[in-house]
């Protein structure tokens, strides 16, 4: 009797998992078809969640100020771009030229990590990476940012 709780639990679960999964073999030809013209050819992608006008975890103090935003960060060799998924496919919500950072940085509070992106108006957009390999993805956008808003 147990059993089918834990059955049909399991089956809605696994109906919620979006069919643009970081973990489906399509994700990365997904991705590349998303990047804008003009924003180069993919560099790195991974889930995220986008804190818009955050610098780091600032939004932590006054969540009233800053929506989460989850989706894929993508970082292009010209530009990072941030994607949701619509259905069949990704759509880039915000773009960020690299030509237009001032500075790219990671932000650390206890386990967390976001990596923090300051535009010439010297505002700022906050990206946590929510895969296990998020430490290692987000020091190597880290670099590569840095070396493009250079």
């Not at 804008?36 to 006008?53: A, N, R, T």
Request: charge should be negative.
């Amino acid at each position: 009797m147990r059993q089918a709780p834990v059955s049909v639990l399991l089956l809605l679960l696994a109906a919620c998992a979006p069919v643009g999964s970081t973990s489906t073999p399509e994700f990365t030809s997904l991705v590349t078809r998303a990047i804008p013209p003009g924003d180069g050819q993919l560099f790195i992608s991974d889930e995220s969640v986008w804190y818009p006008d955050s610098n780091g975890f600032s939004d932590l103090r006054d969540q009233s100020l800053t929506q989460a935003v989850p989706g894929v960060l993508i970082v292009a060799t010209d530009a990072v771009a941030f994607a949701q998924w619509n259905g069949d496919r990704y759509n880039v919500v915000k773009e960020w030229r690299l030509v237009d950072l001032t500075d790219a940085q990671i932000a650390t509070r206890g386990f967390g990590r976001r990596l923090v992106l300051q535009k010439i108006d010297n505002s700022y957009d906050a990206f946590a990476v929510t895969q296990e390999t998020g430490r290692k993805a987000s020091e190597y956008l880290l670099a590569h940012i840095a070396r493009g808003a250079q």
